[in-house]
């Protein structure tokens, strides 16, 4: 699931190879923006007019969803007097990247938005305001490509002071707030191996190239990183700001867990429930694993990553809801199908739900299988999708459903036969979830787990049970030959 040079809007570079050995990253850190997740350090004064950021990015809640903007990157003593990347919400720039150098006015706004939930995103922002060429005191690269189309852009003076390392605007540095903490404002998504570079203004190919097939992959960066500098990889789980490029400027966090290290990464990319695929309206969090279902409505939300072929393992923890049984639908559906009829998973030919509450297999609007235990808020729901041999299998807290067992193969013992993908109108399955009901008053909710988080949002011990393929955290141990939709597992 590459991210291509042409920028198409596809999952971000990882899983990649050019014949040879290539920089591999092993997790990245979550930021949730209802839990006012960030990372801060007190900087003293530096370099204020030279240094380049480079992360890699993936999309949480949209700012057009949330209508508020998210800060990124911010520096300095206030909300006013600051230097701040946002993901932007803006009539001009909706979900676009905007950069405020001052705090007081959105400077330059990049035209190309950022929507898409399954792509990891290269950012490299390189500025020097020594540089006589008034355009280069500011440089924008995004997967290794510099971007020259902007709906506004007025950029600094010649040798004026960034906010950055400024000890006349103050000295706070933060990754997901905005300088002054400002009340909805805060970053939501992943971050990962977040370079600071003090003293130089450096182009992407410090830390990336197009492999051979000219797709952006990550490179080690190996230059030096100034006084102030610092790499971030969250490989410390109980201290995600621990700086790793040897200069000890270690970031404290607020509101993160250890949960909150994530090994979705650059290098190994996986599924998440898509703010891009969800007509049911629900509520992301939590990386978009969190999925809260709009009251009223039985239309779903559905995965970033589709199959086609092959055994896939998925997790959801069922939360809270307005009654004691957990109204909620969870399966596969032709998802083209589902924006098209406006129904819930199973409601058509194309879709196979578990119905928990009634302990039903719904299909094409009919119960094909009966009588299967109900579950209770706080279970473990399984799904195994064997499209080998064209059935799905549900499981409950480590038990498959119907006595059945996935890998059982073409006998497909307790399974549910189901269409072949290459006969849906799509060509593929995606992951699925909505409400049971839609009478007003019930939000089923769900907390998901595509093999990237076994503590689902640091409310279980994870057990650590890998795939097939040895990827993934799982709290139960997948089916035999059953794999993680992530990018290792090329699905």
Same mark, same amino acid.
């Given at each position: &699931?590459?991210?291509?040079?042409?920028?198409?809007?596809?999952?971000?570079?990882?899983?990649?190879?050019?014949?040879?050995?290539?920089?591999?990253?092993?997790?990245?850190?979550?930021?949730?923006?209802?839990?006012?997740?960030?990372?801060?350090?007190?900087?003293?004064?530096?370099?204020?007019?030279?240094?380049?950021?480079?992360?890699?990015?993936?999309?949480?809640?949209?700012?057009?969803?949330?209508?508020?903007?998210?800060?990124?990157?911010?520096?300095?003593?206030?909300?006013?007097?600051?230097?701040?990347?946002?993901?932007?919400?803006?009539?001009?720039?909706?979900?676009?990247?905007?950069?405020?150098?001052?705090?007081?006015?959105? #400077?330059?706004?990049?035209?190309?938005?950022?929507?898409?939930?399954?792509?990891?995103?290269?950012?490299?922002?390189?500025? #020097?305001?020594?540089?006589?060429?008034?355009?280069?005191? @500011?440089?924008?690269? *995004?997967?290794?490509?510099?971007?020259?189309?902007? @709906?506004?852009?007025?950029?600094?003076?010649?040798?004026? #002071?960034?906010?950055?390392?400024?000890?006349?605007?103050?000295?706070?540095?933060?990754?997901?707030?905005?300088?002054?903490?400002?009340?909805?404002?805060?970053?939501?998504?992943?971050?990962?191996?977040?370079?600071?570079?003090?003293?130089?203004?450096?182009?992407?190919?410090?830390?990336?190239?197009?492999?051979?097939?000219?797709?952006?992959?990550?490179?080690?960066?190996?230059?030096?990183?100034?006084?102030?500098?610092?790499?971030?990889?969250?490989?410390?789980?109980?201290?995600?700001?621990?700086?790793?490029?040897?200069?000890?400027?270690?970031?404290?966090?607020?509101?993160?867990?250890?949960?909150?290290?994530?090994?979705?990464?650059?290098?190994?990319?996986?599924?998440?429930?898509?703010?891009?695929?969800? =007509?049911?309206?629900?509520?992301?969090?939590?990386?978009?694993?969190?999925?809260? &279902?709009?009251?009223?409505?039985?239309?779903?939300?559905?995965?970033?990553?589709?199959?086609?072929?092959?055994?896939?393992?998925?997790?959801?923890?069922?939360?809270?809801?307005?009654?004691?049984?957990?109204?909620?639908?969870?399966?596969?559906?032709?998802?083209?199908?589902?924006?098209?009829?406006?129904?819930?998973?199973?409601?058509?030919?194309?879709?196979?739900?578990?119905? =928990?509450?009634?302990?039903?297999?719904?299909?094409?609007?009919?119960?094909? *299988?009966?009588?299967? =235990?109900?579950?209770?808020?706080?279970?473990?729901?399984?799904?195994? @999708? #064997?499209?080998?041999?064209?059935?799905?299998?549900?499981?409950?807290?480590?038990?498959?459903?119907?006595?059945?067992?996935?890998?059982?193969?073409?006998?497909?013992?307790?399974? @549910?036969?189901?269409?072949?993908?290459?006969?849906?109108?799509?060509?593929?399955?995606?992951?699925?979830?909505?409400?049971?009901?839609?009478?007003s008053g019930y939000q089923s909710i769900i907390q998901w787990n595509f093999g990237q988080d076994g503590t689902f949002a640091g409310n279980k011990t994870a057990q650590g049970n890998s795939d097939a393929s040895g990827f993934g955290n799982f709290f139960y141990s997948p089916p035999a030959g059953a794999k993680a939709l992530c990018s290792r597992n090329n699905p």
């Open positions: &699931m590459p991210v291509s040079k042409d920028y198409l809007p596809i999952a971000g570079a990882s899983g990649q190879t050019t014949g040879v050995s290539v920089y591999t990253m092993n997790q990245s850190i979550r930021f949730d923006e209802t839990r006012n997740t960030y990372l801060i350090k007190n900087f003293g004064s530096s370099n204020s007019r030279t240094f380049t950021l480079s992360f890699w990015w993936k999309i949480g809640q949209h700012p057009s969803v949330t209508s508020a903007r998210q800060a990124i990157f911010s520096a300095g003593g206030s909300a006013g007097a600051s230097f701040t990347l946002y993901h932007n919400h803006n009539s001009a720039t909706i979900d676009g990247l905007t950069l405020s150098l001052t705090g007081s006015a959105e #400077d330059i706004r990049l035209t190309r938005t950022f929507k898409d939930p399954s792509a990891w995103y290269h950012v490299v922002v390189a500025c #020097d305001s020594t540089d006589t060429v008034t355009t280069n005191r @500011v440089r924008f690269y *995004v997967n290794g490509l510099r971007e020259s189309s902007f @709906v506004g852009a007025s950029y600094p003076s010649q040798n004026s #002071d960034f906010y950055v390392n400024y000890a006349g605007g103050g000295t706070n540095t933060y990754w997901g707030a905005r300088a002054g903490l400002a009340t909805g404002e805060m970053f939501d998504g992943y971050l990962a191996e977040i370079n600071f570079v003090d003293g130089q203004a450096l182009g992407p190919e410090n830390f990336g190239e197009f492999n051979a097939h000219d797709l952006w992959i990550p490179i080690e960066y190996s230059g030096s990183y100034g006084t102030n500098g610092y790499l971030i990889q969250g490989g410390t789980a109980t201290a995600l700001g621990t700086d790793t490029s040897g200069n000890s400027n270690n970031f404290a966090n607020s509101a993160l867990q250890t949960s909150d290290q994530i090994i979705d990464n650059p290098t190994d990319n996986y599924a998440t429930m898509s703010p891009n695929a969800n =007509p049911g309206g629900a509520t992301l969090n939590q990386g978009n694993l969190k999925a809260t &279902m709009a009251s009223g409505t039985k239309k779903g939300v559905y995965s970033t990553v589709a199959v086609s072929s092959g055994k896939w393992y998925v997790e959801g923890r069922l939360l809270s809801d307005n009654t004691d049984s957990p109204y909620a639908y969870v399966g596969i559906e032709d998802y083209n199908s589902a924006i098209e009829s406006g129904q819930y998973i199973g409601r058509d030919t194309y879709g196979y739900s578990y119905d =928990p509450a009634n302990g039903a297999i719904l299909h094409n609007n009919s119960n094909v *299988v009966s009588s299967l =235990p109900s579950v209770a808020q706080g279970d473990i729901i399984q799904i195994a @999708v #064997d499209l080998d041999n064209n059935a799905i299998y549900w499981g409950k807290n480590g038990t498959f459903l119907n006595s059945g067992n996935p890998a059982s193969g073409a006998s497909k013992t307790g399974g @549910v036969s189901i269409i072949a993908a290459s006969s849906q109108p799509s060509g593929h399955y995606h992951i699925g979830h909505c409400n049971g009901t839609g009478s």
